[in-house]
T-cell receptor, first 112, second 109 residues
């Protein structure tokens, strides 16, 4: 079955630690995206990548970093510089345009 | 980015049609209208998108006003599984999407 996988589903970290969230897709999509969602709010774009080895900042990139070394993978690192990292993180991919983005199940990160 | 305005919440009875409105008075000529929905603790799911003409697919219909300043997502027979947050989003072809707060749809049995 084709789709997007995110792991783990729940992640707990201590303040001051960097943490990397995994996102893998086997849909052969060119574009991949990372969003953050806080309770009761819509999604906010962190980073996106239209092609391997290239990515752009979204609306809230500060305190996050990404890489796109393979078409299938787009990991997100939440660094200690991110002031409020506790949130629900969603990864998505699309064939080329954003007309139909496919989302993963999300990772809920809690930092204490 | 052009903005959309949606009601915070709506309620519907099961088996009845639901019309979810979206206003986008500052839409540009190249903006597509996209609809996604999100169930609790899950990633959003694509519903439908269109540019100028009304669109139908297996999930829903999208009715776009002639001046394109508003649109309506139509669920023909609401089920309990349609209870979700529905997002109306404008985006140019090839550009990123900006999600707002959406409309919470509650379906009563």
């Amino acid at each position: 079955d084709g789709g997007i996988t995110q792991s783990p589903k729940y992640l707990f970290r201590k303040e001051g630690q960097n943490v990397t969230l995994s996102c893998e897709q086997n849909l052969n999509h060119d574009a991949m995206y990372w969003y953050r969602q806080d309770p009761g709010q819509g999604l906010r774009l962190i980073y996106y990548s239209q092609i391997v080895n290239d990515f752009q900042k979204g609306d809230i990139a500060e305190g996050y970093s990404v890489s796109r070394e393979k078409k299938e993978s787009f990991p997100l690192t939440v660094t200690s510089a991110q002031k409020n990292p506790t949130a629900f993180y969603l990864c998505a991919s699309s064939l080329r345009s954003p007309s139909e983005q496919y989302f993963g199940p999300g990772t809920r990160l809690t930092v204490t | 980015d052009a903005k959309t305005t949606q009601p915070n919440s709506m309620e519907s009875n099961e088996e009845e049609p639901v019309h979810l409105p979206c206003n986008h008075s500052t839409i540009s000529g190249t903006d597509y209208i996209h609809w996604y929905r999100q169930l609790p603790s899950q990633g959003p799911e694509y519903v439908i998108h269109g540019l100028t003409s009304n669109v139908n697919n297996r999930m829903a219909s999208l009715a776009i006003a002639e001046d394109r300043k508003s649109s309506t997502l139509i669920l023909h027979r609401a089920t309990l599984r349609d209870a979700a947050v529905y997002y109306c989003i404008l985006g140019e072809y090839g550009n990123k999407l900006v999600f707002g707060a959406g409309t919470i749809l509650r379906v009563k049995s």
